[in-house]
């Protein structure tokens, strides 16, 4: 602030931290989040659920099934994997079953968060009656469709065409490189080698030594990864309810917002504490 500007306004500023609030982005939604017209008229609503240990948030949004824009034998065959998807990770929802003989059919668009770290701390401000009304965020994350369904379906497919294809397989994560390799791999790399010409070849396998330690880093690395994978999926998955935003439930937690405290806040920090902290951060 220079010495020339002219202080237009001043307003009080009201702190807060009573609601634990989150910031959900949509990077990749061009409007609103909300229901289908069509799906709304059948009694089809958003729902919600969260894992609360490994702080993921999933959110489902009907689809749109009208014929003119969906295509009935793809939805069948991607519900088809998205069930078969929810049985292997232990996943499927409660009640999520439909009729007896019925065929699945993917009825719902996921959104699965991925949490963004914060640097410093980020606050939520809304001027409200002339008053700056200031809330902490306690975490921001980020929502994209999933589409594991599809991984299934891709697995399904390369195991109809047979396990003699020389494209790569993608089941599961990467080999760890300290634990020795599979029995079956072994005996399938033979066959392959025995469908050509027979030749006599010497190799030899010598494992360099890790002088810095690289190989034994992305081993711990590649654990720890596996272990935090295999916490999400062994969570339960909790049911939230989802409101809009034109819902009673909004206002009402838009109220609990402001702060109406008339408790005068000290700062205990001085100029050079601060300055050393925003350095390091």
């Known amino acids: 602030m220079n010495e020339q500007d002219e202080i237009i306004n001043r307003i ?58 969906y295509n009935s034998e793809r939805g069948h065959e991607f519900g088809k994997g998205q069930l078969d998807d929810d049985r292997e ?58 589409l594991t369904y599809l991984d299934i379906l891709s697995r399904k497919s390369r195991r109809r065409a047979g396990d003699d294809s020389d494209s790569d397989s993608d089941d599961g994560p990467p080999p760890d490189p300290d634990e020795p390799v599979p029995v079956t791999a072994a005996k399938k790399k033979e066959k392959k080698a025995t469908a050509g010409d027979a030749k006599e070849v010497q190799v030899s396998a010598r494992r360099t030594d890790d002088k810095g330690g690289n190989l034994s880093q992305l081993s711990n690395a590649r654990k720890e990864m596996l272990a935090i994978i295999r916490a999400e999926q062994d969570e339960s998955w909790q049911d939230l309810q989802f409101c809009g935003m034109t819902t009673e439930e909004a206002g009402h937690s838009l109220d609990q917002f402001f702060s109406y405290k008339s408790e005068e806040l000290h700062c205990s920090t001085d100029v050079t504490t601060f300055l050393t902290a925003a350095q390091k951060a």
């Open 89 to 146: 990770k232990n996943q499927e929802r409660k009640g999520g079953k439909g009729r007896e003989g019925e065929e699945p059919r993917l009825a719902e668009i996921r959104l699965r968060s991925e949490e963004i770290p914060h640097r410093g701390t980020q606050m939520l401000g809304i001027v409200h009656e002339n008053e700056l009304h200031l809330h902490p965020i306690n975490a921001t994350h980020q929502f994209r469709p999933t």
């Open 12 to 69: 009080p500023i009201r702190l807060s931290n009573r609601l634990s609030l989150q910031i959900h982005q949509f990077p990749l939604l061009s409007r609103p989040l909300q229901a289908p017209p069509s799906a709304e008229a059948s009694g089809k609503r958003i729902t919600a659920r969260i894992k609360s240990q490994s702080r993921v948030l999933e959110i489902h949004v009907p689809a749109d099934t009208r014929t003119e824009v």
